[in-house]
């Protein structure tokens, strides 16, 4: 592929900033993500979600400058559709990972982090400082809520973003109730997100688009008053940019239901390969992992 082309592909302004490629003369030109065939776009993406985080030459993974890439290409896609300049929240997904790399992302100024299992969650919130904002981002089984909660503390839990039944919403809304029984200071409420299937993959979580979201928010919104319905996640389907379309409108229907303005409800959609995109479509936040922190392992993991 001409990598004057993926540059392009990927929204960056400089060619000289398209990794894998620093002898390209530096030329601040820039051309629309509208005008780049979604075959390119796609290809770029394959060749790398798993090719972009840096390590040093003995290996060791690269956090500083690997959160500082993230964070200019997200100035950058800001900046090219006109958005407000810190619109949107990098969420640095740490499933897997030892804290000594978590901590060097803290040090970086990076205060929201990602989980995707409960145990791992709970154990890594007791070390990290207690200004970090906890983002579960993971299928939760309804049996872990309440000691979730417990556990990490409305101070710390600052989301659940993969709701999508009111079993699973009552459960922490009960857990919510018990960890405020307990606290001493004023009652919080617990954000949640709600996930839903944008693309209709079996294999994937979340509600339909439609009627059951809006079913689904008003249920909850009447029954679970201790949760507060922030926003919308999705996953979508790999090079799929419609799923991202999907969850917007889904915003626009549920704003409706809630009585709210759409802007008021977060977008959680993007990760490492298509964060870009997500922001062109209007994500509020994007979760980003591999990229920071380097190829995930699983083995000895305490779910």
């Not at 060619?15 to 030109?29: C, D, K, N, T, V």
């Not at 993406?45 to 390590?55: A, E, G, I, P, V």
């Not at 973003?161 to 200071?185: C, F, H, M, Q, Y």
Request: aromatic content about 6%.
């Amino acid at each position: 592929m001409n990598p004057r082309i993926a540059a392009y592909a990927l929204g960056f302004r400089s060619i000289s900033a398209f990794s894998g490629h620093p002898l390209l003369p530096s030329r601040q030109i820039f051309t629309p993500r509208h005008l780049i065939p979604s075959s390119t776009c796609n290809l770029v993406r394959s060749l790398t979600q798993h090719n972009m985080s840096t390590s040093t030459d003995d290996g060791v993974v690269d956090i500083a400058a690997n959160i500082g890439h993230v964070r200019q290409m997200m100035d950058d896609a800001i900046a090219s559709c006109e958005r407000e300049s810190g619109s949107v929240r990098l969420v640095a997904v740490s499933k897997t990972k030892p804290l000594e790399l978590l901590q060097a992302a803290y040090e970086t100024g990076q205060r929201y982090f990602g989980e995707n299992y409960a145990q791992e969650l709970m154990t890594k919130s007791a070390e990290m400082p207690d200004d970090v904002a906890w983002h579960f981002i993971g299928p939760l089984q309804s049996n872990k809520a309440a000691p979730l909660v417990k556990i990490v503390g409305l101070d710390k839990l600052a989301c659940i973003e993969t709701i999508s039944t009111i079993k699973l919403a009552a459960k922490l809304n009960r857990a919510v109730d018990a960890w405020n029984e307990e606290s001493s200071g004023e009652a919080k409420k617990l954000g949640i997100y709600i996930q839903v299937n944008t693309s209709g993959e079996e294999t994937k979580s979340g509600v339909t688009p439609g009627a059951e979201v809006c079913d689904l928010v008003k249920q909850i919104s009447e029954e679970c008053p201790s949760l507060s319905i922030d926003g919308l996640m999705t996953i979508g389907a790999p090079g799929d940019d419609s799923c991202f379309d999907t969850l917007a409108e889904c915003r626009d229907e549920v704003a409706k239901v809630l009585g709210r303005e759409p802007q008021e409800l977060d977008l959680s959609m993007g990760m490492s390969g298509d964060f870009e995109v997500a922001i062109a479509k209007g994500a509020t936040s994007v979760r980003v992992g591999s990229t920071i922190f380097g190829a995930r392992d699983y083995s000895n993991l305490a779910k």
